[in-house]
C-alpha cells in the first residue's frame, strides 16, 4: 500500500552515521530479500508466509511544501515504511539523508522487523526518512520540515502503532519537534509516540550510548568465543557519530587499541594507539579529522580503513561498504557491524569462506531499538529507571541474544548472519502462524 500527501523535509543532525562512503550503489531491498530467502532454507514455513514478509505492510510516501529562510517554497520527500507488525508496534528510526529513497527505508524497515525478534522485544519493523541534505539547512527549516513530515504521517503514528526513533542526521531535538506536533494534534502530550526524546520530555537514560554499548557488549563476547583479549586488541572503527564515536571511547576505556577512526571525509590512523577523545573533539569542532589537530596521527581513507590491518573491523556507517570488490582485501579477525547492512551478500559469502568471523547488524546494532523499548515502556508506566538499571538490562538482553546466536551457528553449522536471520525470522514466522491469517 503506497500512501501519497504532501512532502518531507530534513532534520538536524547526529546519529548512526555518516554520508554513503563508498560510490557503488546496491540496492538494498535485494540484500534484504536474499536474507530472508536464505534463511528460509532453515526453517519450516509455508512458501505464502516466507513472500509476504518480503513485502513491507505499508509504504507511506509524502510530498510537502516547507518555507525556506530565503522565503522560497521547497517541496520534500519523505517515506514512513512499515514492514511488520506480528510481534508488536512498528519501531524504527527516522533518518534525513539526500541518498534516502523508497528501496533504502524499505531493506531497513525489514532489518528493524528481524532486529526486534532477534532480542525478543514486543515490536514489529519500520522505518522512515526525509530525501535533504541537513548540512545545508538552518535549525529553523529542520523544524519546519520535521513538524510538516510529523503532520503528514500522524494518522500512521503513534505508541501502540508506529513509534520513530533517531537515525542518521536526526537527534533528540528532533524527536521533541515531533512529539510537540503530535501531540498538539491529539491534544495532550504523548511522550510514548517517540523514543530517543530529550530525558526532561520523557527520554530514557542511556539511550544515547545505547547502539554503541550493543556493539561494545556484543564484540567482546565474540572476542570471549574468538579467545582474542580485549586487552591491546587493535580495531578500526569506520564512521565517528553516536554509534562509532562513542563505541570507539567504550573500546578505549576496555583497554582495545582504536587504531583508526573516519567519518565521511576521511579518517586518522596510529599503529600504537588513537587519542579518541582528542579525535572525536576535533571531529566536533571542524566537522572533520585533522591530522595537525590530533597529532601522532595520519590521514586515511575510508577505503584504507576497511583494508586495514587489525584485530577488529566496526563499520558504523550506512549501506553496502563491505562489497565483493573489498572483501578480499579485508584483514580483520573479527567483523563487528554498527551499521545497517554494510556488508552485501556476495561480500559476506568472500568473508565467511575467510574465516572472518562476523558480528551482523541484526543483533550487534540492536541496543538502540532495546533502550527504546526501555524508554516506551517507561512512558507508559509513567515511571523512570536509572542509568545502571538501563545498562545491567540492555547488557543482559544483548548478551542472552549473541548466545542464542551462537548456538544456533554453532548447531547448523552457519554463520553468525545465518543464524541470526534464522532466530528473527523464525520467531516471526511463528508469531504469524499462532495469528492465523485474516479473513
Known amino acids: 500500500m503506497a500512501v501519497q500527501a504532501g512532502a518531507i523535509g530534513s532534520v538536524g543532525r547526529h546519529n548512526i552515521e555518516e554520508d554513503q562512503m563508498t560510490t557503488k550503489k546496491i540496492n538494498p531491498v535485494e540484500t534484504a530479500t536474499k536474507q530472508v530467502e536464505l534463511a528460509g532454507k532453515y526453517l519450516d ?3 505464502g508466509i516466507l513472500e509476504k514478509i518480503k513485502y513491507t505492510q505499508r509504504d507511506i510516501i509524502v510530498h510537502f511544501p516547507v518555507k525556506m529562510d530565503d522565503g522560497k517554497v521547497r517541496i520534500f520527500t519523505g517515506y514512513r515504511i512499515q514492514h511488520n507488525d506480528t510481534r508488536g508496534p512498528f519501531k524504527g528510526g527516522l533518518r ?3 541518498d534516502v529513497d523508497l528501496d533504502e527505508v524499505r531493506a531497513l524497515a525489514m532489518w528493524m522487523t528481524w532486529k526486534s525478534a ?3 522485544i514486543p515490536f514489529g519493523g519500520a522505518k522512515g526518512g526525509v530525501n535533504c541534505n541537513p548540512k545545508e539547512l538552518s535549525s529553523g527549516e529542520l523544524e519546519r520540515i520535521t513538524r510538516r513530515f ?15 526513533a533517531p537515525d542518521v542526521y536526526t537527534n533528540p531535538q528532533v524527536m521533541a519537534w515531533i512529539m510537540d506536533t503530535y501531540s498538539i494534534r491529539k491534544g495532550y502530550a504523548v511522550p510514548g509516540v517517540v523514543t530517543g526524546k530529550p530525558i526532561e520530555l520523557g527520554g530514557s537514560l542511556g539511550r544515547y550510548e545505547a547502539t554503541a554499548r ?10 570471549k568465543h574468538l579467545n582474542l583479549p580485549v586487552q591491546g586488541a587493535r580495531v578500526a572503527i569506520q564512521g565517528a557519530g553516536n554509534v562509532g564515536g562513542v563505541a570507539a571511547r567504550f573500546f ?27 579525535a572525536l573533539e576535533c571531529k566536533d569542532r571542524y566537522s572533520c579529522f585533522l591530522e595537525q589537530e590530533v597529532g601522532e596521527a595520519e590521514t586515511i581513507t575510508n577505503e584504507e580503513l576497511l583494508e586495514m590491518d587489525c584485530d577488529m573491523l566496526v563499520p558504523c556507517a550506512l549501506e553496502s561498504q563491505i562489497t565483493g570488490e573489498n572483501a578480499p582485501k579485508v584483514k580483520c579477525r573479527l567483523l563487528v557491524e554498527g551499521a545497517n ?8 559469502d568472500i568473508l565467511s569462506d575467510r574465516g572472518i568471523f562476523t558480528v551482523p547488524d541484526i543483533l550487534a546494532n540492536a541496543g538502540g531499538v532495546t533502550v527504546s523499548y526501555f524508554e516506551w515502556v517507561q512512558n507508559l508506566q509513567e515511571l523512570f529507571w536509572n542509568e545502571e538499571e538501563v545498562s545491567a538490562r540492555l547488557t543482559t538482553i544483548m548478551t542472552r541474544s549473541f548466545s542464542e546466536v551462537l548456538r544456533i551457528s554453532q548447531e547448523r553449522k552457519v554463520n553468525m548472519r545465518i543464524a541470526a536471520l534464522i532466530l528473527g525470522i523464525g520467531r516471526v514466522v511463528e508469531a504469524m502462524k499462532l495469528r492465523g491469517l485474516f479473513p
Open 214 to 223: 550493543g556493539v561494545f557488549v556484543t564484540a567482546v563476547e565474540a572476542m
Open 341 to 348: 547492512g554494510p556488508t552485501t551478500p556476495e561480500a559476506d
Open 96 to 98: 534525513y539523508h539526500p
Open 45 to 47: 514455513v509455508d512458501d
Open 150 to 164: 510529523t503532520w503528514e504521517i500522524s494518522s500512521f503514528i503513534g505508541p501502540e502503532r508506529d513509534i520513530p
Open 118 to 120: 532477534v532480542v525478543n
Open 252 to 278: 578505549e576505556r576496555a583497554g582495545a587499541r582504536v587504531i583508526a577512526i573516519s567519518d565521511s571525509r576521511g579518517g586518522l590512523y596510529n599503529p600504537k594507539s588513537l587519542k579518541i577523545d582528542k
